[in-house]
């Protein structure tokens, strides 16, 4: 075999290079805000009011409050310096957040006092009025609660109105288009990311890293393993079963064939000879020994393959190591441990 990096240190070099575009904290973001922001809700109209409203209607909804109108889009920021993922994919919460930061920091260079902003971005707005002290709330969200709240205190009032997008409402269409043909904009220095943005990403960078691997691998390796997981799956093998942890490590040790069994505990020195111990015949005790050929156990070899054909599961190798019934599973470690044998 080719010496390459070790899979896990490429790995762990990509989770530290992501540091520098992630939002980092000494303390939870919870407690950067003033308490009385986060208790704060500001005003956020997300009924379908004003579905049929045109943007000339709706500045007349804004003129009486002299309100200043703002609409919001996502894309404002669609650069961003994150260089494993194309730019379009960019989380559009974060972007919707990131937009919404940026007016209200714009507002706070201007004198008038009454703002609309308008966003298309439903579960930004929602996410505004949701319970702050709930750990999951991004902390961006935070922010802008405590923006609001400041800006209240400098006498800005701020209404959030939801818009639905691409329903050809002119003002969110035409700050849509402008930011598509504004593909130099410049991002804000500020725009790091909340951590979890970066884990759809990095899963899939990790999932493909271990797949070419795997398929790099010489045709002579793991041939045992490969024949039972041809493919690296998405999730582990146990994931929705109903196993016991030390079920799941003893069939683990079955399906890579490292179990103390003894043909197996005989190459790690830890048996004096690697044959089965119920019969004077000798035979190489591995897996496929006492669950197929081992004469000393035909009688309970009858009841097992009956369990089997009950659970659907065909009576051979391949289909028992590769079953997703934790029954089969139990049954075939029970069956081994009752022989007298240690997995
Ligand atoms: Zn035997």
Redesign the pocket.
Known sequence: MNKSIPVLLVIANLISDFHQFIINSDKLHLYKQSYDSLLYSPSVQSSNQYLDLSTNDLKKYAIPWSMQLFWITSTLIIQTSFPYTPTDQYPSFTAECYAIIEALTLILHFSLHNYLIASDSISCLQALNSNPFNTHLAPLVLYIKSLTFNLLQLHHTIYFLWIPSHTGIHGNEFVDNLAKSTSNLVCPPSSLLPHSDFTPYIKRYILNLWSTHWNNLPENFAIRYRDITPDIPKHTWFTNLDLHRSHIVQFNRLCVGHYLLPSHAFKLGLNDSPL?T??F?E?I?DLP??LF?????QVKRLALIYSLKSLNTPFNLHSILNTNCSLTIKIIIHFILDAGFII
């Open positions: 089965c119920l019969h015949d035979c005790c020994h006492i050929t081992c004469p000393a156990l």
